[in-house]
Structures are given as structure tokens and as C-alpha cells.
Nanobody, 124 residues
Framework: QLPFVESGGALVQPGGSLRLSCAAS????????IGWFRQAPGKEREGVSC???????SYRDSVKGRFTISRDNTKNTVYLHINSLKPEDTAIYFC??????????????????WGQGTQVTVSS
């Protein structure tokens, strides 16, 4: 069983919005920071946002103001709300468990369990 199941990806028009969900299992969810990453076609995977175990958030500069990360520890789920979608947001979006309760960075070695990803395509 995968530690995360991502959902909510879709084909949307530029300017649209989405809410991605990341449902966790198999570990004590509330003890860990959770990060969202994305991988665009032909590019390396990059971190876009992270939320600490107590709710402190961080964002990649290029998504600030459009992405909002949140978590619901009662549902073991992290969300990523994306507004004003752009074609360059097209990617597979993954969530991952940090090795700590805080968001240190977006270096993949700082994250353990990963999900299988959900596809977001922004196109008219």
C-alpha cells in the first residue's frame, strides 16, 4: 500500500482552479511535515510547497499567491489549492513525507515516502 494517494488532478483551462488532495496512511501523520512536488514533461521534479506538522507553510517563489497548502490531521490529508492556473503549471503533482516535523527545504533526500502522483494539465 502506498503511503500517499494523490487525487484531484484534471485538464483545466488557463485561469482555472483546482484542489489537489493527498491522503496518507501507514504512519503518524500529525508528526510530519508534508511537501508537494511537481514534475513537468522533460524537467526535473521540483518542490512547490510544504506544510509543517503544526501548520507553518512555505512556497516556491514562482507559485506564491496562487498556491495554498493546508492539512487536516483528522483526515490524514494534505490539500493544495491552485488558483489562476497557467500552462506552465502542467505537471504530475506528488506529495511526500518530510523526515522531520518542519519544512527544511525541497531537497528530495529530505523526504521519505512518496505518492504516485496526479496529473494536472492546463490547456485551452
Amino acid at each position: 500500500q502506498l503511503p500517499f494517494v494523490e487525487s484531484g488532478g484534471a485538464l483545466v483551462q488557463p485561469g482555472g482552479s483546482l484542489r489537489l488532495s493527498c491522503a496518507a496512511s501507514g504512519f503518524t501523520f500529525e508528526n510530519y511535515a508534508i511537501g508537494w512536488f511537481r514534475q513537468a514533461p522533460g524537467k526535473e521534479r521540483e518542490g512547490v510547497s510544504c506544510i509543517s506538522s503544526w501548520g507553518t507553510t512555505s512556497y516556491r517563489d514562482s507559485v506564491k499567491g496562487r498556491f495554498t497548502i493546508s492539512r487536516d490531521n483528522t483526515k490524514n490529508t494534505v490539500y493544495l489549492h491552485i488558483n489562476s492556473l497557467k500552462p506552465e503549471d502542467t505537471a504530475i503533482y506528488f506529495c511526500a513525507r518530510a523526515t522531520n516535523s518542519y519544512c527544511a527545504n525541497y531537497v528530495e533526500a529530505s523526504y521519505g515516502d512518496w505518492g504516485q502522483g496526479t496529473q494536472v494539465t492546463v490547456s485551452s
